[in-house]
């Protein structure tokens, strides 16, 4: 069921110039590889409009933008200081899940402006992916049952829904990547702790889980929904599964798990064109101010 709503706080973000730009072939085919600032702690990516990606930074949730024809970027907004995961792109503006600072951001995708900012909850939260449909961009928490939903027009209040059915939230890191199915009325989300994905009423909240023939989707992160093809980026693991889903997207079938020895330890995908890109958290590495990030396109 729904909770009480909660009204969203207008935020102005800063510009900020800078970054390093890597690779790219100069001849208007999108780079296999981009680098991405030193100690930048990317975990988020959204692409377009056009050729270009955003990169979120955990750590401060600052904004970097890339030209894919090029590697070259830079900076476009320094963050509030808190993370910026999950996002995605709609026209010129950019959806964004506030991990621990429990709240989603609207930025402006060519001045770095934050247009609107909610905040989702006061409980310790953990807002970490997004996925946007023709009303509403939905955010999931990895530490509480809920799913937030904020007006995709920027215009009215956030509202949070109670999960309930067949997933259980535990320890550790729970509802993870999101997707819509056509239409908009149930959504996908991965369970990273238990490996588990679940179709969920995007009006009821209740979640059923998906049958994957005994296959787990351990360190689900970030989701990718091409058609029936599920694509699920399993970080720690170094793999992209693939999922072909039945009709109705109550079954599953793994048909291939993707690697590439340059992962290291990738949370989410985008497509642009015939290249799926992931940023590396390198999570195994510990995050000082030099060390070194990128993100990794594939051929798909």
């Given at each position: 069921m729904w909770s009480r709503l909660i009204v969203p706080a207008l935020a102005v973000g800063l510009l900020v110039p800078g970054?390093?730009?890597?690779?790219?072939?100069?001849?208007?085919?999108?780079?296999?590889?981009?680098?991405?600032?030193?100690?930048f702690q990317p975990e988020g990516i959204a692409t377009g409009p056009g050729p270009v990606a955003f990169f979120g930074s955990r750590a401060t949730g600052a904004i970097y933008r890339a030209d894919l024809r090029?590697?070259?970027?830079?900076?476009?907004?320094?963050?509030?200081?808190?993370?910026?995961?999950?996002?995605?792109?709609?026209?010129?503006?950019?959806?964004?899940?506030?991990?621990?600072?429990?709240d989603a951001r609207v930025v402006d995708t060519r001045s770095g402006r934050v247009?609107?900012?909610?905040?989702?909850?006061?409980?310790?939260?953990?807002?970490?992916?997004?996925?946007?449909?023709?009303?509403?961009?939905?955010?999931?928490d990895s530490t509480n049952p809920v799913l937030y939903r904020v007006p995709i027009d920027g215009r009215g209040r956030a509202k949070t829904l109670a999960l309930s059915g067949?997933?259980?939230?535990g320890d550790g890191i729970n509802a993870n990547g999101i997707v819509a199915l056509p239409g908009g009325r149930s959504l996908l989300v991965v369970q990273s702790n238990t490996?588990?994905?679940?179709?969920?009423?995007?009006?009821?909240?209740?979640?059923?889980?998906?049958?994957?023939?005994?296959?787990?989707?351990?360190n689900g992160d970030g989701l990718l929904l091409e058609g029936?093809?599920?694509?699920?980026?399993?970080?720690?693991?170094?793999?992209v599964a693939v999922v072909r889903l039945n009709g109705h997207a109550t079954e599953g079938r793994v048909v291939e798990r993707l690697t590439d020895p340059r992962f290291d330890v990738p949370t989410t995908v985008a497509r642009f064109g015939p290249t799926l890109y992931l940023p590396n958290a390198r999570f195994n590495t510990p995050p000082t101010p030099s060390t070194h990030y990128d993100a990794i396109g594939i051929h798909r």
């Open positions: 970054g390093s730009a890597h690779g790219g072939t100069g001849h208007g085919r999108p780079v296999d590889r981009m680098g991405l600032p030193d100690g090029t590697g070259k970027g830079k900076v476009i907004s320094a963050g509030p200081g808190t993370p910026s995961l999950g996002m995605k792109t709609r026209g010129h503006r950019l959806f964004v899940a506030g991990g621990t600072g429990g247009l609107t900012s909610y905040a989702l909850t006061r409980k310790p939260s953990f807002v970490n992916d997004v996925v946007l449909t023709r009303s509403g961009a939905w955010f999931t067949d997933i259980e939230f490996g588990k994905l679940f179709k969920v009423d995007a009006g009821s909240g209740v979640a059923e889980e998906v049958d994957l023939r005994g296959e787990s989707l351990a029936r093809t599920l694509y699920t980026v399993q970080n720690r693991l170094n793999v």
